[in-house]
């Protein structure tokens, strides 16, 4: 093999290379997993088992002061359909589609978050102050898309009730 | 020699011949009581339908024989209407229904997922086959039947007032709280996997349907989109969208129309 082919072949294997490379969180391979855990779900099964069934959605409150809020996006509304959060708190914001892609767009912030089918999008998030923020879906998503919104409410941090390890919380009562 | 009297202390042949059968039985004691704690401290899913719209749960749920499904719709006759339509107000009308949504309700009546004193003991006494069947005979029945047989449907139109709100609500939904419109979904726009069609349903059944969801009586809808959007609506909204449908008017060619 002359030097010509060998850095063909060289070049070739680089360039294939950043094709997984721009699409790392799409990879299922053990190693990532060893090292952040996995990001896979079933989008069509959500309901049965794993971190998204029902009683898991909403606000929940993380030992170290910080709260984790996971959400689905699906045609054509994110549910829990309103969800409450402390202020200046760090939130851990996970999120995944149950069919489509869509995209969180925090009105008045420069958050955007993308809900893809099948990988969960972590998301650290922290609104300083208090107020209520819209986030309209901001990928087109469909025949409803453009119906597609929510509401954050964040709350003064004392204002914020103490939950239970098990409680999840939504706008709506519990 | 302080090894000897120390064997001699704990009879140590005794030990070694027990110690890797101690051993396993310590750990596997400490595994079991793990995965009881396990059991006990966490809380049980809500699951709210074990459906899953895998390509094969779909195939499986459109293989049916409707000639055979013909034969079995004798039982629901009475209730349902011999051409689908039903004479009672509150029990919902099957003709030309999508067959994955007729067939999801089937089974989640079989799974006691969705609740119903006269359907949980029907649905029970049918094999996954006879619900198969079922639900390609009614998929396959017209929409428009004769007059005759179809006395209660359509219903009488509503005011022009609730007319508005529910053409408006069907078509454009409410951007302002969130609402999709109900015609991206249950049609004629557009349909998701297993969700009715809306435009020959008899109103009293619908708004039952909208009042169970949003008071999450019936609660077999997956991942919450009907429990969330029935309790945004209010009241009157409910009412006027179920006397939108109950009177035929989604039937109109190109959908619901917004009068000015």
Known sequence: MNWRKLRTFILTVLILCLIPATRYYQIDAPLLHWLHGSSRVNPLSLH????????????????????????????????????????????????????A????????????????????????????????????????????????????KVLPREQFPALAPDERRNCAAK | MRQNSSSALLNRGLFRRLRIPATATLFIVMVMGAVLLQARTDAPDRIPSYIEWTPETIAAASAGDAFR???????????????????????????????????????DFHEHKRLSRVMEPIAD??????????????????????????????????????????????TFGDGERGIPPCQACHGPVAYRVGVPSLATQNSDYLLNQLEAFASHARA??????????????????????????????GLEPGGATVPK
């Open chain 2, 220 to 249: 077999n809808d997956i991942n919450e989109p009907m429990r969330t959007i029935a309790a945004l609506l209010s009241v009157d909204e409910r009412q006027a969208l179920a006397e939108y449908y109950g009177s035929g008017m």
């Open chain 1, 48 to 99: 049965l088992a794993g971190e998204f069934v029902e009683n898991n959605l909403g606000t929940q409150q993380d030992a170290d002061g910080s709260v984790t809020v996971r959400m689905i996006a699906q045609q054509y509304l994110f549910v829990p359909h309103c969800i409450m959060v402390p202020a200046g708190v760090p939130i851990h914001f996970r999120v995944t589609s149950a069919d």
């Open chain 1, 101 to 152: 892609v869509h995209s969180l767009a925090f009105l008045g912030t420069n958050y955007l978050v993308q809900a893809l089918p099948g990988t969960v999008t972590e998301a650290q998030l922290n609104f300083p102050h208090p107020g209520d923020y819209t986030f309209p879906c901001r990928e087109f998503c469909g025949a409803g898309h453009y119906a597609m919104r929510s509401e954050l």
């Open chain 2, 69 to 107: 499904g013909s034969l079995l719709a004798k039982r629901c006759e009475h209730c349902h209407g011999s051409e689908g339509f039903s004479p009672f107000g509150a029990t919902p009308n099957l003709a030309g229904m999508n067959n994955l949504a007729l067939w999801k309700q089937l089974e």
């Open chain 2, 125 to 170: 006494s049918l094999s996954p086959r006879d619900i198969t069947d079922l639900v390609a005979y009614y998929a396959a029945m017209p929409i428009f039947s004769d007059p005759q047989d179809n006395r209660i449907f359509p219903q009488t139109k509503p005011e022009s007032g609730h007319a508005a709100v529910a053409a408006r609500l069907i």
